[in-house]
């Protein structure tokens, strides 16, 4: 388990680098690379939250049921 300094320095480290990465291709004109950064960044702080208090498994959805009133094609 990591200590709140720890927590902190990831944390610190993670948008200091990403946020770096997003400014560097927004004065680019990269819209897609800093779109993809801020993607990369929210996964790097789910994987960090998800090691703290992991999620439950999402539900498979419920196939729908068949409307069994309508008619079928041939």
Not at 3 to 30: M, N
């Amino acid at each position: 388990m990591m200590t709140k300094d720890q927590l902190a320095a990831e944390l610190k480290r993670i948008a200091t680098s990403q946020i770096s990465d997003i400014t560097r291709a927004v004065k680019e004109g990269q819209k897609s690379i800093a779109l993809n950064e801020v993607r990369d960044m929210g996964r790097r702080l789910t994987l960090l939250a998800d090691a703290f208090h992991p999620r439950a498994p999402e539900a498979s959805p419920e196939p729908a049921e068949a409307d069994l009133s309508a008619p079928r094609a041939a």
